[in-house]
């Protein structure tokens, strides 16, 4: 079956008289397979929550940014941040029209790219344009803020703070398992991080249960 933009990418149309173009369902598909790892394509179940996150996410979506700009999600392992996440920026994209401008990082990852972009070497503009590209995006995950040694350091939270207020995006998340409300009064980047900011912790059961395999004389 072809596509209805006869695989462009692009689908034209009109609109007060003047040509357009937007993205092909198709393209915004190729793109999203390539952003969001299969396992969290699904869509949200918030079956054992406490919390309407739908309406939770609706919300911090919908909001203009110069009144709500970050939403930070504490708690234990398994409970559904990273998928949560990747939900809200499957919801951007639906409401924007595009996955253009939004990027995803593992702070251990974000991390090396700082140092790396300052090292020197055959690294250091690659690393430089993916700090760039996060710098700039309109959407921002952090994943697995303040989880290793190296992403707890004085050096790499100095270096998290400059780059948090250089931030261009509109909206952004920031997934970690401790409770922030322990540091937020400290000089750190939580203390920046609670302007503009929604804080809520994600409850419930451990969710990666429901995704192990049922092996013959095993558990579930």
Known sequence: ??????????????????????????QRERIRNKM?????????????????????????????????????????????????????????????????????????????????????GYETAENQGKIEDIRTADFVIFDDFWCSRETTSTDFVKQFNDLFERLAARKIIITMNLNPYE????????????EQALILEMKGRDRREEFRFNLPGGKK
Do not use: H
Request: glycine fraction near 10%; hydrophobic fraction near 30%.
């Open 36 to 120: 969001i790892p299969p396992k969290y394509r699904g869509t949200w179940d918030n079956t054992g929550y406490e919390n309407d996150w739908e309406m939770i996410a609706e919300k911090f979506i919908d909001t203009d940014y110069s009144e709500l700009t970050t939403l930070v999600l504490y708690g234990l392992t398994g409970r559904g941040k990273t998928r949560f996440g990747y939900y809200l920026m499957n919801l951007w994209a639906e409401k924007t029209g595009t996955y253009r401008g939004v990027e995803f990082i593992k702070t251990t990852e974000l991390e090396r790219n700082i140092y790396l972009s300052k090292r020197g």
């Open 183 to 194: 540091k937020i009064d400290i000089d750190t980047a939580l203390s920046r991080i609670r």
């Open 1 to 26: 079956m072809i596509c209805k933009c006869n695989g462009t990418g692009w689908i034209q149309y009109e609109k007060d008289g003047r040509p357009y173009a937007r993205y092909c369902d198709c």
